[in-house]
């Protein structure tokens, strides 16, 4: 009798482990033993980095002053796209540069020093402005961005490669971002810029952040394509339909993200009224996604971006794909936009 108990016994904690190891949970079985895990949607253990992101994106774009010397603007392109391997190593978006790209800017015209780099590389620009270029070579700075952004990280790293191996004296300092530094540009203060692709229009043109055309500058090159990206910490938010009623940050007003964030939500037939719109820079952004006092918000920068890599080490992070009608009504209504996709594994 005591080895039949002993037995039942080990039987039934064998049962036990089995059931532990390979039984379906509850939930599992009340959906025919089918899994009910979204296997598109992220986890809060994989956070942003579990899938794919669909957006859409705009191009990151170096502007000079037309009074920078044509041969100092040659030495800092050439420089620039002759070390691309080396750049990469200190930074990952070195490896985002490209020759077509760099000189596929059609709405402002390319300064002198560039075009005749690219040139010489069997790339035609689409125009050259007249009367840049003449001027006497000093030391440059570069209007970059906020600290937490990819303008300031990746832009201190051009500036010195090109310092150490040019010949240039160029110093990266941090801004305001976009309008800023078209603004610090025009002023003097800078005399290379980052600038997204649209905002460089929209100055060019007078257009909506610019009430005067501002046209003392030319392009350097194209560099990489910045994404908009909308964060939340808040995995329920799965669409951008869904902000509708709540704290979302759209950039500082004015700013070229709050552009981007206001073409976005209206795609989606949404406005500033219909969420509680917050206007922060990328940094306070990240910092009020942190402390819970936002739901989401609208970043523009290249991917990965500091400020969200930072976030992502305190907890889940979720990026909000757009889906593809949403993203076509975008590139039809804006000639800035691209699509675009954030691999998994970004972040």
Excluded: W
């Amino acid at each position: 009798m005591k080895k039949f108990l002993s037995l039942l016994m080990v039987l039934a904690m064998m049962m036990a482990v089995l059931a532990g190891c390979g039984g379906k949970s509850d939930k599992d079985e009340a959906n025919g033993g089918a899994s009910t895990e979204d296997p598109g949607a992220a986890s809060d253990s994989g956070s942003a980095a579990a899938v794919d992101t669909n957006t859409v994106a705009v191009g990151a774009v170096v502007i000079v002053r037309d009074d920078v010397p044509e041969d100092d603007v040659y030495a800092f392109v050439s420089a620039i796209f002759e070390n691309t391997a080396a750049i990469t190593d200190q930074h990952a978006k070195g490896g985002e540069l490209d020759l077509d790209f760099a000189s596929s800017v059609t709405s402002v015209p390319y300064h002198p020093g560039a075009a005749k780099y690219f040139q010489e590389k069997g790339k035609t620009v689409a125009a050259v402005k007249d009367g840049a270029g003449v001027g006497d070579s000093k030391a440059l700075t570069f209007g970059t961005g906020g600290e937490t952004g990819t303008y300031y990280a990746f832009g201190g790293v051009l500036a010195g490669y090109v310092s150490n191996n040019a010949g240039l004296s160029i110093t990266a300092v941090t801004s305001g971002g976009s309008q800023a530094n078209v603004e610090d540009l025009n002023a003097g203060d800078v005399q290379l810029a980052f600038v997204q692709s649209d905002v460089m229009s929209y100055a060019y043109n007078g257009e909506r952040l610019f009430d005067t055309a501002v046209t003392g500058f030319s392009v350097a090159a194209a560099l990489y394509m910045e994404q908009v990206q909308i964060v939340t910490t808040n995995p329920d938010i799965k669409s951008v339909a869904d902000l509708a009623g709540k704290s979302v940050s759209i950039g500082d007003r004015g700013s070229g993200v709050y552009f981007n964030a206001i073409d976005v939500l209206g795609a989606y037939g949404l406005g500033e009224e219909d969420i509680n719109a917050v206007y922060q820079s990328f940094g306070d952004s990240a910092e009020s996604l942190k402390d819970g006092k936002i739901d989401a918000a609208f970043i523009v920068a290249g991917a990965p971006t500091p400020a969200i890599v930072d976030l992502s080490t305190s907890g889940p992070v979720y990026l909000v794909s757009l889906d593809e009608a949403h993203v076509n009504d975008l590139l039809s209504a804006s000639p800035y936009y691209s699509a675009y996709t954030i691999p998994a594994g970004t972040y």
